[in-house]
């Protein structure tokens, strides 16, 4: 493990010195290729800090859906194939659940000021 400051903290303070001392000057194309850069950095940040939560809880829910253990991944492969095969679908107890707060936990990173989730975040 290493001292401050945290890669969170690093990834922000670059992003934070693009989007504040470099993103004015610049014109044009690179101007564009400068803010694609900012939002992943900012994407990133976001993914360091919500990402270990987020696939917790997702595993925790796969583990009671399939009543069975497994990574990520592997629970999620599992998932994919009841749903191929027709052995789970929406009527199945917890799966609209757990879709639908996948995909808000997902937005949060990828996505956080998309009016669709702000709304859905705010009626909570």
Do not use: C
């Not at 564009?32 to 940040?45: E, Y």
């Not at 987020?54 to 595993?59: L, N, V």
């Amino acid at each position: 493990m290493q001292d401050e400051p945290t890669a969170t903290e690093l990834i922000k303070a670059v992003a934070d010195f693009l989007r504040n001392e470099i993103t004015p000057v610049i014109k044009g194309h690179n101007a564009f290729k400068l803010r694609v850069g900012i939002n992943a950095l900012d994407l990133v940040t976001r993914q360091l800090a919500l990402e270990q939560e987020g696939d917790a809880a997702e595993a925790a829910r796969l583990k009671q859906l399939l009543g069975a253990d497994g990574s990520l991944i592997e629970l999620n492969r599992a998932l994919s194939e009841k749903i191929a095969k027709g052995e789970v679908d929406l009527q199945t107890p917890g799966l609209a659940k757990h879709l639908w707060q996948t995909t808000m936990d997902k937005l949060a990173v990828d996505q956080p000021n998309y009016a669709s989730y702000k709304r859905e975040v705010e009626n909570k």
